[in-house]
């Protein structure tokens, strides 16, 4: 095989795998799947709960050197209080198992919260994975914003830079950000579907 067909065939090999990757995701412009899930207060949540509102998910691993960047920096703090204020529900979702990295106790997961100044809407917990895997969320983070109508509007990468170096957060290109303030000035995001970056999410 020349050199110029083993390229051809390894850009084929990889368009192919990130196809896979995307289509286990639910599609964009389509209803988001509906899910009801408890936070680390107690509290039940449902998506329908928000209609009327952008919703942000944010899947999360406190464990994750990936999330460790966005909330050691405090980009994610930032983020969240950001759209919050603007009456965005920013919901921050563990799919962790019983005894992987990133499952922890009620009380240690305010306790971070609160160390962090994180500043989500609610912090749920998904032990099961069910919500997790009805999204296709691989990583965390993996991020998704729903518009007010429960549509999605974005899945994927919070930005274009796939490091956990501090200093790539100001250079890169937050999908979250963009994605939510063309929703918020009346338009459709620009990007709409990348793939996630980030640790493996512990089913």
């Not at 950001?82 to 019983?98: G, H, N, P, R, Y």
């Amino acid at each position: 095989m020349n050199k110029s067909l083993l390229i051809v065939f390894l850009m084929i090999i990889s368009i192919s795998l990130t196809t896979m990757v995307l289509a286990n995701q639910p599609e964009i412009g389509k209803k988001a799947p509906d899910f009801t899930l408890t936070d680390s207060n107690g509290k039940t949540h449902s998506l329908t709960d928000f209609a009327g509102k952008y919703v942000v998910l944010e899947w999360i691993n406190f464990g994750c050197p990936f999330v460790k960047k966005h909330y050691n920096s405090g980009n994610m703090q930032k983020l969240q209080k950001q759209f919050t204020e603007k009456d965005v529900v920013w919901l921050s979702i563990c799919s962790s198992a019983e005894g992987e990295q990133g499952n922890f106790e009620n009380e240690e997961i305010n306790s971070r919260l609160k160390k962090l100044g994180a500043a989500p809407s609610a912090y749920l917990i998904d032990e099961s994975g069910t919500v997790g895997k009805a999204y296709g969320a691989k990583t965390t983070p993996h991020m998704y914003i729903i518009n007010q109508e429960g549509i999605l509007e974005y899945a994927g990468a919070i930005d274009d830079i796939r490091s956990t170096d501090v200093a790539d957060i100001e250079r890169a290109n937050n999908y979250v950000s963009t994605g939510l303030n063309s929703l918020i000035n009346g338009s459709k995001p620009e990007v709409t579907l990348t793939k996630s970056y980030g640790c493996a999410i512990k089913y």
